[in-house]
């Protein structure tokens, strides 16, 4: 690995000290260089260097343990060759402010040699001559991969149902929302479903809680294995779910429940070597005019909830 700290030529120093202090004066430079070597070489941050084209010139030992990489396969090539692709974005805009001589504490996601995502906070230093023009950079890498982990553990927490690790209630509401605006926007149609167990409480009762539980988790991947990716399944409390339905009339929602139910009453729930068939009441609701809040499309679905609990359950009901 080359010298970060190259020996400067000075063809002055010579005329300036008697041979003696000369050498003693090389000597101290030496063992600064030597110095600032070990303390570059043993930090627990990753530093490296940028040249004018932000081409990586130097990387220090903990740099190359972040990433995965040999020091020959980073130095010479261009930073951005070892970012995510969500990442690139970001990128373009902290080196603009780099070549302007800002510095900057930014966060920033790799991808290591091995694949694995790997994220830093970086505290970069622009490197300026003496006529103001960027000619590299400086930076140091803070691994911040635990961090992240549990913002993403409390995020998860936050957002979705514990046992059944689909959207929770509060993070349907927000979700729906926006997914209403668009829709209202662009004049898209849009259903709503809500979902109830039926006699869910007599499962409890006779088989026990944790059956209970099972039930609940095997509706809802019967659910998620027949639904779209913009599809918003959700977890409403207890035994209700809820189903935002993007871009589908109210006829479209209601074949797509259907399948669903087709697909609960041909695989019946296996509770202590019985099987035991799963039936649900839904109550299905769509945008009628531009005036919808998703307080009213949830009130059209609970009429119509009502009203297949009252007709005798195992049904949908419309409620345009």
Known sequence: MKPFYPRAKAPGLYGLFPKGQREAVFAALRESEARYRRIVETAIEGILALDREIRITFVN???????GYTAEELVGYEIKAFLAPDQLSDHVE???????????????????????????LVSAKAIMDEAGAFVGSFAMFTDINERKRLEAK??????????????NRRHFLALAHQELKRTLRFKHPLSLALIDFDHFKQINDTYGHAAGDQALIAVTQIFQQNLREIDLFARFGGDEFVLLLPETELGQARLVLERVRNVLTAQPLVLHGKPVPITLSI???????????????????????YQAKTAGRNRIMLCP
């Open 61 to 67: 030992t903990q740099m190359v343990a972040m990433l």
């Open 94 to 120: 902290q080196m603009d402010k780099g070549r302007k001589g800002q510095d900057a504490v930014y966060e920033r996601c790799f991808i290591r040699k091995d694949g694995v995502r790997y994220w830093v």
């Open 154 to 167: 409390l995020h998860q927490q936050a957002t979705t149902d514990e046992l059944t690790r689909v959207a």
């Open 283 to 305: 109550g299905l609701g769509c945008v009628v005019d531009d005036g919808d809040l998703l307080d009213t499309l949830l009130e059209r679905a609970d009429r119509a909830l």
